[in-house]
Each structure stands twice: as C-alpha cells, then as structure tokens.
C-alpha cells in the first residue's frame, strides 16, 4: 500500500513519459502509441543458434549459414529488435542520458524473446564495463537491464560475476576481426562464484548484439570457468543492411 502511494506520489511530482517520444502516458514503461511505429521486433523465422532473423519462411530449428559455417560457442542467442534508428535513440537515451526507466518497457520485451533460455537459467550475468567508463558513465546498462529482469522472472543476477580487466577502444566502426582482437582476453571471471555456476546455465545480458565478438569472448570466459551452457540475451540485434 504504501509503495503504491509513493509510486503515485512520484508520478504527479514526475508524471510518466513514453521511453520513445516523450509523450505523457498512464505510467512508466508504457509506449505511447506513436512510439510503436518503427519499432522493428524480431520474431519467427530466425536462426535457431544466433537469432538474427530470416526474410523467408524456413523450417522449424534452422541455421544461418554464418552459424553453419562456424558455430558459435554460446548455446543460442535472441534479441527483442532489430538495432534501426528508432531502436538506437531509445537506447542511446537509456546508456547515456540516465533514461532507465526506459528498463521498464524492456523487461516484457526480453522476457518473452527469451522465454526458453530464461526458463532454464540459474544465473543472469551482465556484460561488463571497464571500471574506467563506469566511473564516467556511472552504471551499466547491461547490469540494470539483468537486475531489472532476474527480480522479475526470479533469477539471481551477478553483477560482478565477469569483469572487464583491459579497457577496449570503442568498437563502433570496426569490423568484424578488429572487434574480437579488440576484445580478446579482455574479460576475467569472479573466482568467488566459481563453486556456483559449475554446470549451471548462465544467461549473458547486454544492450545491442553487433557482430557478436564481445558476447562470444565473454561466453568463452564463463565455459572455462565452469558453467554448462551460456545463452546470450540483447535488447537489439544489429543487421547487416543497418550498420549505424
């Protein structure tokens, strides 16, 4: 009752805004209608390893030929939407702008892309930000999109479970090969969970999947260090008509 007077509270002192446009709406997290247009969702058909999506009807459990050809070692991927400019100013806004209630409106979108993983998962790990940049940022986006979603479905996240020990140059417009140098053995695991995620499934978070190098090196961190399978969760999935 009394979380329910404050949330009121609050929405009259800072009344609730759509994440996309601005607009005023009944209460966080809500998209105003407008906010919906050019919002481009992933859904069937999509590659049952990777999850980027096909633009042609396939069967059930097929594989892109970017996995065929070399299989990644994360167990499957999935993301909400596809990265276009509407998706990039809302998550522009969420890394940067200190929008993150903008998490609020993620969580059905995740829960439901992600419903098979989620439902075996043991842990939520968030990719890591080099302490360095998250002094200048001040959080990360990846750890509060994984609290936000393990207090909804009931899986604990560990927010420290891998670190970045080697800050990385911004990936923006590298290619695919500069990336995974850039990022290769720049991530270490928490000893202290070492005993917990032996043989456990892990769910590796963060905000936009691009070429992949970064989940994949992450993924690699959290196999070694003892967890059965690592699946990869992203709010967007960068494909290859939009590069921005």
């Given at each position: 009752m009394k979380s329910s007077v404050l949330a009121q509270a609050i929405d009259i002192v800072l009344?609730?805004?759509?994440?996309v446009t601005g607009d005023m709406v009944e209460r966080q997290g809500m998209i105003a209608p407008e906010g919906w247009a050019g919002l481009d969702f992933i859904g069937n058909p999509f590659c049952a390893s990777c999850g980027i999506s096909f633009e042609f009807e396939v069967e059930d459990k097929t594989h892109c030929a970017?996995?065929?050809?070399d299989s990644p070692v994360f167990a499957s991927a999935r993301s909400a939407l596809k990265y276009n400019n509407r998706s990039r100013d809302l998550i522009l806004g969420f890394k940067h702008s200190d929008k993150i209630h903008a998490v609020q409106a993620f969580v059905p979108w995740l829960k439901r892309v992600g419903a098979e993983m989620l439902g075996e998962a043991d842990f939520l790990v968030p990719v890591p930000l080099h302490r360095w940049r998250?002094?200048?940022?001040?959080?990360?986006?990846?750890a509060v999109i994984a609290f936000a979603l393990g207090n909804h479905i009931g899986v604990r996240c560990l927010p420290d479970g891998l670190a970045r020990v080697r800050a990385t140059k911004s990936q923006g417009h590298m290619a695919m090969?500069?990336?995974a140098d850039n990022v290769r053995k720049a991530f270490a695991f928490n000893p202290r969970y070492a005993e917990r995620v032996k043989g456990k499934t892990i769910v590796l978070v963060d905000?936009?999947?691009?070429?992949?190098?970064?989940?994949k090196e992450c993924t690699k961190v959290l196999l070694k260090a003892g967890a059965a399978r690592v699946h990869v969760l992203t709010l967007a999935r960068v494909v290859s008509s939009y590069e921005g």
């Open positions: 009344p609730p805004r759509c994440v970017e996995c065929i050809k998250l002094l200048s940022r001040r959080y990360n986006q990846a090969k500069e990336r905000d936009v999947y691009t070429t992949g190098s970064t989940v």
